[in-house]
Structure formats: structure tokens, C-alpha cells
């Protein structure tokens, strides 16, 4: 599986943002798609995850700005991003889990992008 991200950018505080993720590869195999982020010198963190049934969770603060959506037959994932935030800023991963041929999961990481939010 192969994860390409697309979206990042600069905003001021305030101001909003869309993500979006393509899968490619072996894409019928993939269960949880999700979005993760890491700012500068912190742990990555989880910013939000859907399903194959499109149940969504999503990490601490970002429920009421941050939504996630998937097209499971373009294989892809979306992140909206309103009301962004100055500690928003960070460098944004999208994962998927996918089981192999004997059913154990693996973890797949696009190349990451960027997000800037100025106060």
C-alpha cells in the first residue's frame, strides 16, 4: 500500500484547511485509514481515524474543527480543518492498517505535509 498526501499549506489562525490522502497499491486490503500529525520536536499524535464503515474517532480538541471523510471506491481519505489554531501547526501523516496474506496487520505512512498556522 502506498499513501499519498496532498493539501498542506500556510493559513493564519482562524482560517481552514483540506487535506486529502490517495491510496495505491494493494488497496482492497486496507481497514483503518487515518490522519496523524507531529509538531516540531513532539510525538506524533493521533488526529483522527474512519473505518471501512466510516465510524470515525478523533483526538483530543480536534472533534469540533476537524473532519474526516472517506471514499472507500477512489480510495481516499479527507481531512477538513476549521477554526485552525496556531498549535495546529505540525507536519500531517496519513496511515493506513492493512492486514497481509496470513491476516497480521502492518502500518503504512504517506510521506507527510506540511501545515502552517500563523497567529
Known amino acids: 500500500v502506498q499513501l499519498q498526501a496532498s493539501g498542506g499549506g500556510s493559513v493564519q489562525a482562524g482560517g481552514s484547511l483540506s487535506l486529502s490522502c490517495a491510496a495505491s497499491?494493494?488497496?482492497?486490503?486496507?481497514?483503518?485509514m487515518s490522519w496523524y500529525r507531529q509538531p516540531v520536536g513532539k510525538a506524533r499524535e493521533l488526529v483522527a481515524v474512519i473505518n471501512l464503515d466510516g465510524v470515525t474517532n478523533y483526538g483530543d480538541s480536534m472533534k469540533e474543527r476537524f473532519t474526516i471523510s472517506r471514499d472507500n471506491a477512489k480510495h481516499t481519505i479527507s481531512l477538513q480543518m476549521n477554526d485552525l489554531k496556531a498549535e495546529d501547526t505540525g507536519t500531517y501523516y496519513c496511515?493506513?492498517?492493512?492486514?497481509?496474506?496470513?491476516?497480521?496487520?502492518?502500518?503504512?505512512w504517506g510521506q507527510g505535509t506540511l501545515v502552517t498556522v500563523s497567529s
Open positions: 497499491g494493494s488497496v482492497f486490503t486496507i481497514k483503518d
Open positions: 496511515h493506513a492498517r492493512a492486514p497481509n496474506y496470513i491476516g497480521r496487520m502492518y502500518d503504512f
